[in-house]
């Protein structure tokens, strides 16, 4: 075997196994090579980049309102992991429940006002399964009537906020922000982003006659942050108003102003 | 940004050490793009929520054998939920290797300020996959859809080896085209 076909021999390895098309032979022995061989790792990154960017494009769409508890119920109901040298399995340590938290709900509308996203996330308590289903009505009537109010896109070079969208020459927005009809604010992101490891997203809003901008609040893990209504109403959301989030410290910007990159920036239509 | 796969990689360090909030953290920022990655080869809501529960009960348990030299963490997860789908088709004798027409790109164009640094990473795919051709079909039904070598062989008439130099190729051309 010549050294061209040796390295298609190893893409197909590698393809195989991330595409689950190995046995369980052919797996181990992917395993073992790629403990040993770094240059064999870093074309599985590669590939596995390839793959995870058409998983990308994969619409997504909400988990049921009942997708947690009942998760939770299988978790609890599996026998213990078995992890030799580690601490047994604990609680979250969050609430009385591990589920009993603000979750995300995804629900996807389709496209609105002709070129932006319908997708909608909002936040939700649920409190034990009886609220599940109210719960979920009410949030469904919230996220119906969500109104888009602007597109926020990657800085581009010069530094200069983009005036508004255009079809022209599209890019691709990062996070929307949209006015829900309760007057809450959801900014939330078009696909999975966050913060870098000890890092928090942090959101801005800057009014046009504003001399600087004022913090909305830190996103949560899935990169969204909803405004509330009376929070809302004073930050505004005129035409032209800017938003932007940003990547800061653990705990938020140290100074009161953004500190760190801008990750996208967007004006209100 | 850059430290994305970091991120996953953490999250699964603490479902091994048996940290339910990581696994929570997980579902927060991945919960619903896997659950489209199981409709695509599910082609069912409901049965696509069972096998990502089963693929995060897996995740969640085998979370100790994540090593870096096994991928990102983020593509570990959605290489074990994946398979869940894929196990959870089979089952259900479904009918993998109807492919069915790419879906709009999900992702809007929203803004333009006339900076080539802002077109996307998904941009740039599609115009890679246009230029796939007749291979962008073979790509997407395995990748996307979870069709298997063997059925596409059968639906081809062609060798599983041929099935394989198809993906690699297509893999590689896109590869080439997005550097």
New interface residues.
């Given amino acids: 075997m010549n050294d061209q076909s040796r390295v298609?021999a190893d893409?197909?390895l590698l393809?195989?196994y991330?595409?689950?098309?190995l046995d369980a032979e052919g797996q181990s022995v992917v395993?073992r090579r790629?403990?040993a061989e770094?240059e064999l790792?870093g074309r599985?990154?590669?590939?596995?980049?390839?793959?995870?960017?058409?998983?990308?494009?994969?619409?997504?769409?909400?988990?049921?309102a009942e997708?947690?508890l009942?998760?939770e119920e299988?978790?609890h109901s599996?026998q213990p992991?078995e992890?030799p040298g580690?601490?047994?399995?604990?609680?979250?340590?969050?609430g009385p429940g591990?589920?009993s938290?603000i979750?995300?709900i995804?629900p996807w509308a389709g496209?609105s006002a002709g070129?932006?996203?319908g997708?909608s996330v909002a936040v939700l308590l649920l409190p034990g399964p009886d609220a599940v289903s109210l719960r979920a009505q009410q949030q469904a009537q919230l996220l119906s009537e969500a109104r888009l109010l602007a597109?926020l896109?990657?800085l581009?070079?010069?530094g200069?906020?983009?005036?508004?969208?255009?079809?022209?020459?599209?890019?691709?927005?990062r996070w929307?922000v949209e006015q829900l009809s309760d007057g809450s604010l959801l900014i939330r992101p078009?696909?999975?982003?966050?913060?870098?490891?000890g890092r928090v997203l942090q959101v801005w809003t800057k009014a046009p006659d504003a001399e600087r901008p004022t913090s909305l609040g830190l996103a949560?893990?899935?990169?969204s942050l909803r405004v509330l209504p009376e929070q809302a109403r004073q930050a505004g959301a005129v035409e032209g108003q800017l938003f932007e989030l940003t990547?800061e410290p653990a705990g938020g910007s140290p100074t009161g102003l953004p500190t760190g990159p801008v990750?996208a920036i967007?004006r209100v239509m | 940004m850059e430290a994305e796969t970091d991120w996953h990689a953490e999250q699964l360090a603490g479902c091994a050490r048996g940290d339910q909030a990581c696994l929570e953290r997980l579902i927060d920022r991945e919960g619903a793009w896997l659950k489209g990655v199981c409709i695509r080869i599910l082609k069912d809501a409901s049965a696509a929520e069972d096998a990502l529960q089963e693929g995060l009960l897996r995740v969640w348990g085998s979370a100790a054998q994540y090593r870096t030299t096994r991928g990102s963490g983020r593509g570990w997860i959605y290489t074990v939920v994946r398979h869940s789908a894929c196990r959870a088709a089979r089952d259900r004798r479904l009918e993998c290797s109807k492919t069915q027409p790419w879906d709009p790109d999900w992702m809007e164009d929203c803004a333009d300020h006339g900076s080539a640094d802002a077109a996307s990473a998904l941009g740039r795919l599609d115009g890679c996959l246009e230029q796939l051709g007749a291979g962008r079909q073979i790509l997407e039904a395995v990748v996307v859809e979870g069709v298997r070598y063997a059925d596409l062989a059968q639906q081809h008439g062609r060798p599983l080896n041929t099935i394989k130099t198809w993906v690699r190729r297509g893999l590689q051309k896109l590869k080439e085209c997005m550097t």
Wanted: charged share 20%; aromatic share 6%; proline share 11%.
């Fill in positions: 298609q893409d197909d393809i195989g991330l595409l689950q098309e395993l790629l403990e770094p790792a599985l990154r590669s590939y596995e980049a390839l793959l995870l960017s058409l998983a990308d494009r994969v619409e997504p769409v909400a988990l049921s997708f947690r009942a998760l299988r978790l599996a992991i992890r580690q601490q047994p399995a604990r609680k979250s340590g969050r591990f589920w938290l979750q995300p995804w496209p070129f932006a996203l997708l597109a896109t990657p581009p070079s010069g200069l906020a983009p005036a508004g969208p255009s079809m022209s020459s599209p890019v691709v927005a929307v078009v696909r999975p982003l966050g913060a870098s490891a949560r893990a899935d990169g990547e990750l967007g």
